[in-house]
């Protein structure tokens, strides 16, 4: 008989949200990203991923941001994409998200997403870069972890004709996995692909990606990105350790409580517990 | 001749901050830290590094808790030791310590000070961990670091007869450097010894200290603190990364900014600046 | 359209090297492991992973202990316990097993091997760690990262009623990912599943399996062994990195050698390369 | 009254291995380097360090190639350049000095050091990578870890105006500390600067140094190699970890050993040992 617990055959259920507001100022990023970049992050996601993930799409100006709680409970793997209002995203919903992940969603986080205010509440660091946006470079994707699944297909080095610098010093803390570094024409380096565990969520932030570039069209950042929804998903029900349980001597696997009269309840189900072996002796 | 960047002489200037509540209220805490935890924990880094360190307290009690921009600003090394009263920390408190951390000061937490705001901001997790707290459990502290300054001089293992049982699992981002593991009567275990960097600060987290068990008076645990403080002082000058430096090709060391009709004024001087070449091209 | 590089649906080639010595020389081991630790091993793994793999055995005392260039080329996973006789194990078999390793095959070792020949290879560092075994210890495996795939499915905490002691320190290089800590009943230690990449292959060190204990029966290690084997298979073609490729400027992707006369030649072809662009100046 | 276990004043005892075969083959080598390699390496680090270290040099020809027993119980820190004579180096040699590694000794390797015996013996891997060297290159050393003790005084970037490319895929293990990435004029990245701990002993590795420019003149360069002596010195006597010791229940501070009856001897007086309380009982 074979045990199948890790392979689950259900699509991935991905959320890709886009601050959609270049697009509708800039003539420039319009005419790249006509439906908005998160469309074309979405169909490149559909593109290679097909019947193994489900993508919809959430925006800034939908109600909530689109990040409710109904969507967050129904999604799997977040993609994150935003630059010039990181503000006003609000802090409810911030938190919202990273609840999420810490109970088990997976996220990845795009480009000028560094600064967002979700990718800063899970590093806990400034997350700032040094950068140049003045059209004069061309970014290299070279992968130093060449057997890590998000590399997977990932051309040695990925060339991305057009693109803004970002370089070192990057503050973020040490990632778990370093997967990509990239290299700039005018001689920056940055950590362009990085990977953490938070709770029991993935996080994987990749840098390329700036609006005035037709970065998301080009079919190696797609790999990248559809090899990370596959690597973020997760493996089991998402669960909450917000509250810390305590534990009898030997009672490993039963966590309890107490009540206000200072008497032991079960944590599940708040019913009055006896310790094991104290009904025999009484 | 000798370059001595890295061998400071100054003394270490070392804030202990105490919430300094069960003192007041629990007759046996107040029995074994009259003068409050905070104290105790001061005079043990006194007591090992003399000279070499200047030792002050705060409490939560205090004026914006003691954590004002002056007080934060002549501290090398901040120890936090709090529990009942995290919630009472106000939010501007903790972005404050926050900052000064990312921005060089070093941090000891203690603790149940894992469940405190400044810690969970640094971690970006829910810190949650199993725990029993019923008299049954001796504390073993084990090394698995031998060579770290923290673990020098501490006994292989370190026996702390009575304490809290802090159990696994503990909901963080995979340590920096894991120094300690500690296991208890119970069988349970716990990274009680880590240490991050977050931004050009250090953080090191060492689990024991519940306030009902002199803790704080053991040799060992004060030989711990006391090592943590010398490897957690920051070696240069506080500074801040909060903005991102923008940087023109070939302009490596002269970060420049945009000032609002688009013209380049220099990062730090705000001053326009002329791009190395284009005065003798022009 | 669907891109499945990455899930691939052959078999797992799983081969479970023994050094079968203590099961023909000591009864006990014998009367718990009556066809040898190998056999259990395999069988634990054939159980829970059924058509997912094919599982096969060798032993020290095959020619070559079994670790042919034929055997390995056609394995995905190498599961090692030896004991007694790391010394017997000939250099030249361990270059090749290390060989294979740094080429894409994944290699489990299990308790006693942490001082196999092999594993110090792979590590670079002595492997000692202190030990007891006098029938006094019960293990307790605790999870610390709890959605690894290998942790999936593994009680918190697994309990192996009778155990070999091991405890820290154990000379290892930092793990990559760690995943299990054992604690003993005589208050010890121990980090007992551990990860690391070397070159393209995975290396996953678990430390139950003390042979006069029936350990490899326990349906919890199985799980964890089990689930050991699927991660660490390789998910592409075995590959050399032996040599080291010289790159033109601007040819990323073509490696070239130098011919007796100082000439460029492809590396994969060892023709007369042109460099590009040349041809189209000449 | 300051305890000052951490603080030594001894000057550090630091040995500069060079190969020093190029020198006395190619005029371009001696004419930058007329003295050898090892002498404007170990000249740059008394120049920086001055009576912090007292720095000898070895060479290849030297008898067992300087690396006696001698030599090595006398040295704190080891630099070790080699490239066209890996090979000639005895593995009775390269097992010597990974023994005092592992006691305590810490090691810097330079550049072609990549591939040496003692390198690779230490890493487990291949440690190749891709390259070039036509006089094509610029490489920039960029700091990632800027508050590491490494890093201290380091322009960011490093210049170094005339360098052998080395790229990505470097094939080691992953490191414990990534402090410096380099870029070189190609487009190329490499992992230029990184640490591990292995058993008692600190390792460097530090990629500039091709024999046919002035790298080891660069006041830089020498920055990085003497902040990396005082980083790699050892704080403790050097202490072995080959035999792996056991110990009773309790006895946490006390190996044993069994002699040939089975009886137990004391560890390190090799005297018949009475367990503790055992007097008291009987």
């Not at 209002?85 to 992940?101: C, K, M």
């Not at 899970?122 to 950068?131: A, H």
């Not at 040695?156 to 290299?183: A, H, K, N, R």
């Not at 994987?204 to 069209?217: A, C, I, L, N, R």
């Amino acid at each position: 008989m074979t045990d199948s617990t890790s392979t689950s055959t259900a699509p991935i259920r991905v959320t890709v949200w886009g601050e959609n507001r270049h697009e509708q100022i800039n003539p420039v990023v319009r005419g790249i990203y006509p439906e908005g970049m998160h469309t074309t992050i979405a169909d490149g996601i559909r593109g290679l991923l097909g019947d193994e993930a489900t993508v919809t799409t959430r925006v800034l100006d939908d109600p909530e941001h689109g990040m409710t709680e109904e969507t967050l409970a129904a999604t799997d793997v977040l993609l994150w994409w935003g630059h010039t209002a990181h503000e006003e995203v609000t802090d409810e919903v911030v938190e919202r998200i990273q609840r999420h992940v810490l109970e088990g969603m997976g996220i990845i986080v795009l480009h000028s997403g560094h600064h967002s205010k979700i990718f800063r509440r899970l590093m806990g660091t400034t997350c700032s870069l040094r950068w140049r946006n003045d059209g004069s470079d061309r970014e290299l994707v070279w992968t130093v972890s060449p057997r890590h699944p998000i590399a997977e297909g990932v051309p040695q080095p990925l060339v991305i004709p057009g693109q803004e610098m970002y370089g070192e010093f990057f503050d973020i803390p040490d990632p778990d996995e370093l997967i990509f570094l990239s290299t700039f024409t005018g001689g920056e380096v940055f950590r362009s692909g990085i990977t953490y565990r938070r709770g029991y969520g993935r996080v994987f932030y990749f840098s390329p990606g700036d609006e005035v570039y037709p970065v998301y069209h080009n079919p190696g950042v797609q790999r990248v990105i559809a090899n990370g929804v596959r690597w973020a998903r997760p493996t089991r029900e998402r669960e909450s350790y917000l509250v810390t349980p305590m534990y009898l001597p030997g009672e490993f696997d039963r966590p309890v409580l107490t009540d206000e009269n200072g008497g032991l309840i079960d944590y599940y189900t708040r019913e009055p517990v006896a310790v094991r072996g104290e009904g025999a002796a009484s």
